[in-house]
């Protein structure tokens, strides 16, 4: 999304391959870059309707299943973003959503 803070960041960054240990480092600073985001509200919403893996929203794959089973939604399938060759790998600069 034009106005999103993720613009410009490597898309990497909000990909950690974990939640803990090493990889919590990289969890805060991606969602450092959320929580100034004016868009992450929006961000936040498209990745609990699509399943979208990574860090969305200033919120981890894990915290938005917790989500959903709280409002007691079914669980989503992990889903790729459109035209990512990575599973979601592009969508901090690519999604027209953010």
Known sequence: MP????????????????????????????????????????????????????????TTQEERHAMRRSAGLPAREHRASPGSPRAGADHHSNHAGR
């Open 3 to 58: 106005r999103g803070a993720c613009q410009g960041e490597d898309p990497e960054l909000f990909f950690p391959i974990a939640a803990t240990g090493p990889a919590l480092a990289q969890v805060i600073a991606a969602k450092a870059v959320c929580f100034r985001c004016a868009v992450r509200a929006a961000c936040l919403s498209y990745a609990l309707a699509t399943g979208q893996a990574g860090i969305w929203g200033g």
